[in-house]
T-cell receptor, first 114, second 111 residues
Framework: KAGVTQTPRYLIKTRGQQVTLSCSPISGHRSVSWYQQTPGQGLQFLFEYFSETQRNKGNFPGRFSGRQFSNSRSEMNVSTLELGDSALYLC?????????????FGAGTRLSVL | EDQVTQSPEALRLQEGESSSLNCSYTVSGLRGLFWYRQDPGKGPEFLFTLYSAGEEKEKERLKATLTKKESFLHITAPKPEDSATYLCAVQAAGGSYIPTFGRGTSLIVHP
């Protein structure tokens, strides 16, 4: 079974630009979550999509947005990039079960904002 | 608010020197506690899920245990390839399924 696939792996942008990141979940997984990881803040939750609907949202500004398609693939968009947006962006998919929600992560997209 | 604290922040071991990583948590009812391993520049890799106090799980040189307030990840006779950051996360009963992550413990095992 293929794992979570994130593209691109690396991105370099300049301040003020916007960026779109893509995530293909594990086949059959309907929940997709996005996280931002930085050395100073650790893993911070951005938002979660389930069946094309944003179900949970973290404490990030409106410049961060996302969507999910009918095939469960998800995209995340960051507009008006700031230097502080440089981070590893991780996507995780899960298949809700009685035992809880094990999240399986992709390799991430490393975003550098210059 | 759910909280997860991992200690130590960093740990250096000699190959074969066993040790334990700690994950203390505060949550209003535990649905599950998760351990992940993360290598530099990669996404976290799922290791274990623990659901109730007293539960233990093992995988190769790793053993995870759970009490009502904390979890330990015991590493027996570690090898250099065990070097990674180990993340702990908790999921609260009720509400959303979104886990709260700790900052992780960076483990380096010297040959």
């Amino acid at each position: 079974k293929a794992g979570v696939t994130q593209t691109p792996r690396y991105l370099i942008k300049t301040r003020g630009q916007q960026v779109t990141l893509s995530c293909s979940p594990i086949s059959g997984h309907r929940s997709v979550s996005w996280y931002q990881q930085t050395p100073g803040q650790g893993l911070q939750f951005l938002f979660e999509y389930f069946s094309e609907t944003q179900r949970n949202k973290g404490n990030f500004p409106g410049r961060f947005s996302g969507r999910q398609f009918s095939n469960s693939r998800s995209e995340m968009n960051v507009s008006t990039l700031e230097l502080g947006d440089s981070a590893l962006y991780l996507c995780a998919s899960s298949n809700l079960g009685q035992g809880g929600n094990i999240q399986y992560f992709g390799a991430g997209t490393r975003l550098s904002v210059l | 608010e759910d909280q997860v604290t991992q200690s130590p922040e960093a740990l250096r071991l000699q190959e074969g020197e066993s040790s334990s990583l700690n994950c203390s948590y505060t949550v209003s009812g535990l649905r599950g506690l998760f351990w992940y391993r993360q290598d530099p520049g990669k996404g976290p890799e799922f290791l274990f899920t623990l659901y109730s106090a007293g539960e233990e799980k093992e995988k190769e040189r790793l053993k995870a245990t759970l009490t009502k307030k904390e979890s330990f990840l015991h590493i027996t006779a570690p090898k250099p390839e065990d070097s990674a950051t180990y993340l702990c996360a908790v999921q609260a009963a009720g509400g959303s399924y979104i886990p709260t992550f700790g900052r992780g413990t960076s483990l380096i095992v010297h040959p």
